[in-house]
């Protein structure tokens, strides 16, 4: 029999899944701990189990547990007692508490320790199931509203990034954990899918985010400048410097420098760039002297960097160095089901600063949902916003679109008739008529697609190759 939580058992709501949840199992019938330990596992968590108090109490140390199913009545401990112990170890652990000896008395008491459920011996893998999905779910808005918190707080947090699919789920738990450290992160992403917005995440999710964030193109510096910004230059260094100035990573003293496309980084940079991380130090250009620097180091790049480190052009050690943590953010075309949330909120930002609310139309959306999406957010939002200055009506049609979305989309549920076209293939036809749609201006081009003009010039060598 289950609490009036899970009275509403007989039409229960689609099940979530607990991804990087750890869920703790203490009783001391192992027949209750294999069955509850595949019920975690049915559902994404990671299980743990323990045949009493003090082991449970010693799992607890060593691991970041998020739930927890209790036997109040176990042969060598008092559940209740570990009940407190628990919550004043783990307080935001999520607590189901279970016994065969169920009275009002002692489920009021586990409530009143701060037991998020009660459930009474014998119960079903089914209500089990049940009350672990509704922990997950608890737990998952927990999380959501810790980081609107953040949000609030630091006004350009994790409330920028937009997105409830499992995929960004996933992403905000990988920011927040990443957040509290100081390691360098290697962030991973095709163009348009919002590096750069990640990266500030991280640094505000952590004990760094008073301090100044700093971004660096490395894409778009001719390498001599790149030098100069990140290392700083002495009076006389070169021509034209005519005074001292200092590297953004002394100037970033206690916070955090990304470099954005570190793949394009030239490889007599990635040496001095690996020095000042290894030694948190740096040597101005033109300089004699050494200079400590306190500094975290996010890097970001659309390229592989592992085959750029098989192809010599870009160093092992530099990559291991930055592959201490690594976050892959999941292009537009792995997460569909955010493109209705992501245009609403275009939508409703192009609304703010033009002061015309703007809709779209059922066969719009639909072409949206079914577009691969090259250039990802980025492409979206240029494309709306092109929709919107063209349009002058106050819901967007098809006929509004920008031609590289309304000539060929690709749609879901049917595969061309010559077979699977490969993505890559897709990207370039989607680069190319941009091309002939702007008469080959390719600054206008790659704002259209929502793409760095770096990554243009980059994929029209490599199709200038492929001819």
């Given amino acids: ?23 703790l199992i203490v009783d001391d019938d192992r027949a209750i701990r294999e069955a509850a330990t595949d019920v975690g596992h049915s559902l994404g968590f990671s299980t743990y189990v323990a045949d009493s108090g003090d082991h449970a109490l010693h799992l607890l140390d060593s691991a970041n547990i998020d739930a927890v199913l209790l036997d109040l009545r176990f042969s060598n401990g008092n559940g209740l007692e570990a009940l407190k112990k628990i919550k004043r170890q783990r307080p935001d652990a999520a607590v189901i508490v279970a016994t065969a000896f169920a009275t009002v008395q002692s489920a009021v008491q586990a409530m009143k320790l701060g037991a998020y459920d009660y459930v009474a011996k014998p119960f079903s893998l089914q209500e089990l199931r049940f009350l ?11 999380t959501e509203k810790r980081l609107l918190r953040e ?6 947090g994790f409330g920028n990034i937009i997105g409830r699919s499992p995929e960004m789920e996933k992403l905000y738990r990988i920011i927040a954990k990443t957040g509290q450290s100081t390691h360098p992160v290697l962030i991973l992403g095709e163009s348009g ?70 793949g394009e980084l030239p490889i007599d940079l990635q040496a001095k760039l690996l020095r000042a991380i290894q030694e948190k130090e740096i040597r101005p250009v033109g300089g004699t002297k050494q200079i400590p620097i306190n500094v975290r180091i996010l890097g970001a790049t659309n390229r592989d960097l592992e085959q750029a480190v098989t192809e010599g052009t870009f160093r092992r050690d ?13 292009p537009l075309r792995e997460r569909r089901q955010d493109i209705p949330l992501l245009v609403a909120h275009v939508l409703e930002r192009i609304g703010r ?48 679109l920008p031609t590289n979305l ?28 941009a091309l002939a749609q702007t008469s080959g201006d390719k600054m206008q081009a790659a704002r259209l697609l929502g793409i760095g003009k770096t990554t243009l010039y980059r994929k029209l060598k490599e199709y200038e190759g492929q001819a």
């Fill in 318 to 330: 530099l990559y291991f160095r930055l592959n201490v943590l690594t976050l892959r953010i999941p």
């Fill in 353 to 400: 600063e033009s002061g015309l609310e703007k809709t779209i139309s059922d066969e719009v959306l639909k072409l949206l949902l079914a577009y691969d999406w090259p250039g990802n957010v980025r492409e979206l939002e240029n494309a709306l916003g092109r929709a919107c200055v063209v349009s002058s009506a106050a819901e967007l049609q098809v006929r509004d």
């Fill in 406 to 433: 309304t000539g060929a989309p690709r749609a879901l549920t049917a595969a061309p008739t010559n077979g699977i076209i490969p993505i890559s293939e897709m990207e370039k036809q989607t680069i190319l008529n």
């Fill in 151 to 156: 949000a609030i707080r630091s006004h350009n």
């Fill in 193 to 262: 899918t919002g590096k750069e917005m990640v990266a500030k995440a991280i640094h505000m999710a952590g004990p760094l985010r008073n301090k100044p964030f700093i971004p660096v193109d490395c894409g778009s510096l001719v390498p001599t400048l790149i030098e100069s910004e990140l290392f700083g230059h002495v009076r006389g260094a070169f021509t034209g410097a005519t005074g001292p100035k200092d590297g953004l990573l002394a100037i970033a003293d206690g916070g955090t420098v990304f470099l954005d496309e570190i």
């Fill in 1 to 23: 029999m289950l609490t009036a939580a899970a009275a509403a058992f007989n039409s229960p709501p689609p099940l979530a899944q607990a991804n990087f949840l750890n869920h």
């Fill in 132 to 142: 672990l999905a509704q922990v997950a779910d608890h737990l998952r808005v927990k």
